[in-house]
């Protein structure tokens, strides 16, 4: 008897429970509650977030004196207003053709133009503008076929041409490419052998034609400069030092014009000029390369004018 009394009990409550679980609130849906399904924790059922509604929308009243302080929206335009105009990857030799940084050459024609400048090796500097990273790259390289096949573009920019400029007493007048590279690596360290007398070789070498990396001279053909070498600061510097019959200046053709006195010395029977540098005869020298893409763009025509237009001032 007391058994079937709280069998009763029993289910009695647990109908209860199940009807007061069954029931929502009034228009929600009912779902079926298993009672025997085993209790899951709290903490691991999915709790739904209600959307938090965003305390700074991107469009939001002005305040009187312009946008709302710390306003996201605001740090965005302030970031968009200071984002670089154009950003140039930078060879270090073509840094090197450069009478100064290229903001400060660009700054006299460009005032408000931001440039955001990476330096990079001359191949890797036009793999930038290829991969989108760089709008325009400046170097000195040539593009291969597989750059131009990417449809990259190149402007002449500005060319160096490089020359040796021997002391005016010196009778030595000709030298073929592998006497200068003796000559310039200390391996001839007299002018004897050469037809110039024992005059001893002293080297002098302007920091305006020589690139940061002293074997890339294109005289050299990857040796690496004598250490006994003198570094001036510029062609004129050289110039002005060439005391004894020995001495033996690298510098830019352009520097000449104001020397009518000095003469470069052909090489292999090449007389160095401007219009032999672009034939491909006479190959000591370096050009200047704005590379960019097929759609460039209008700052890069901008800036690729006024390095043409200043071009013709840079001679050091």
Do not use: K
Not at 265 to 275: K, M, Q, T
Not at 287 to 308: C, F, I, K, M, N
Request: with cysteine.
């Amino acid at each position: 008897m007391h058994a079937v009394v709280w069998t009763v009990a029993t289910l009695c409550t647990l109908g209860v429970a199940a009807l007061l679980l069954s029931e929502g609130a009034p228009g929600e849906e009912l779902l079926p509650v298993d009672l025997h399904a085993p209790a899951e924790p709290l903490l691991s059922q999915e709790v739904t977030r209600l959307p938090v509604p965003d305390p700074w929308p991107d469009v939001v009243p002005a305040a009187p004196g312009g946008a709302v302080p710390g306003h996201p929206a605001a740090a965005r335009a302030a970031a968009a207003a200071l984002a670089p105009h154009l950003r140039v990857a930078l060879s270090p030799r073509a840094a090197a053709m450069l009478p100064d940084t290229l903001a400060t050459v660009l700054e006299p024609e460009l005032p408000e133009l931001r440039l955001a400048v990476e330096i990079d090796s001359d191949r890797a500097a036009i793999e930038r503008v290829i991969l989108g990273r760089a709008d325009t790259a400046l170097v000195v390289a040539e593009l291969t076929p597989f750059e131009v096949q990417n449809g990259l573009r190149e402007r002449t920019i500005a060319e160096r041409v490089l020359v040796l400029v021997p002391h005016p007493r010196l009778s030595v007048r000709t030298l073929t490419a592998r006497q200068v590279r003796e000559l310039l690596t200390g391996s001839l360290d007299t002018w004897t052998s050469l037809g110039g007398g024992d005059a001893r070789v002293r080297i002098l070498v302007s920091r305006g034609a020589l690139p940061p990396t002293q074997h890339s001279l294109p005289f050299l053909l990857g040796d690496r400069l004598t250490n006994a070498a003198v570094l001036l600061p510029d062609d004129r510097a050289c110039l002005a030092d060439l005391r004894t019959p020995g001495d033996l200046a690298v510098v830019a053709l352009d520097a000449l014009e104001a020397h009518a006195e000095l003469r470069p010395l052909a090489i292999d029977g090449v007389i160095p000029h401007l219009a032999t540098y672009q034939r491909g005869e006479y190959p000591y020298g370096f050009t200047l390369r704005l590379v960019h893409g097929p759609q460039p763009g209008s700052d890069t025509r901008v800036v690729e004018q006024a390095l043409l237009r200043r071009a013709p001032a840079w001679r050091r």
